[in-house]
T-cell receptor
């Protein structure tokens, strides 16, 4: 069964450093998402992406964040200058244009900012 | 606007007894509703979904949920709990049914513990 994959599974970085989290969505999906889950809190929407542009973003997704689909398979989330409060599990999800309409989630990347 | 309230942060049941995880929703549109499960150190797995078809929805691993519009509820049930059901469960609402690039809004989660 096709699945969403994410790399790395765990990333440790120092405050102020740039990080790129990578996702490979399911191959025929056209809608892409990033969510995050701070330890002990609920999953929060960050951004949605379709047709090579952002469709919607939350207030969390400020100028420090960006997303990109650099080629036909990868979908990336970049944090330009990480803060301690960016430490969280980051989930990528994708959805088909034609159905089924649920979002399929990857296993997540745990980002630890020290 | 849309929101989800999971009424219990933690539920404990004995193995073999029924499970009930409660969820109430609020949505400006006719909602799509989902239950996702997260096992320790794992990703989010879809258990079941409601998208304006049958109000009683059956999912994987024997779980089911009933959409009750009058009560704005979407409670998750299972007749007989198994040790492997121990996990965090999220009730999730989507604002527009099936179409477009809609975001998911998650509840705060219910941790299900199974007592041997």
């Amino acid at each position: 069964e096709p699945e969403v994959t994410q790399t790395p599974s765990h990333q440790v970085t120092q405050m102020g450093q740039e990080v790129i989290l990578r996702c490979v969505p399911i191959s025929n999906h056209l809608y892409f998402y990033w969510y995050r889950q701070i330890l002990g809190q609920k999953v929060e929407f960050l951004v949605s992406f379709y047709n090579n542009e952002i469709s919607e973003k939350s207030e969390i997704f400020d100028d420090q964040f960006s997303v990109e689909r650099p080629d036909g398979s990868n979908f990336t989330l970049k944090i330009r200058s990480t803060k301690l409060e960016d430490s969280a599990m980051y989930f990528c999800a994708s959805k088909s244009l034609d159905g089924p309409y649920e979002q399929y989630f990857g296993p997540g990347t745990r980002l630890t900012v020290t | 606007a849309q929101s989800v309230t999971q009424l219990d942060s933690h539920v404990s049941v004995s193995e073999g007894t029924p499970v009930l995880l409660r969820c109430n929703y609020s949505s400006s549109y006719s909602p799509s509703l989902f239950w996702y499960v997260q096992h320790p150190n794992k990703g989010l797995q879809l258990l079941l979904k409601y998208t304006s078809a049958a109000t009683l929805v059956k999912g994987i691993n024997g779980f089911e949920a009933e959409f009750k519009k009058s009560e704005t509820s979407f409670h998750l049930t299972k007749p007989s709990a198994h040790m492997s059901d121990a996990a965090e469960y999220f009730c999730v609402v989507s604002g527009t049914p099936n179409f477009g690039n809609e975001k998911l809004t998650f509840g705060t989660g219910t941790r299900l513990t199974i007592i041997p």
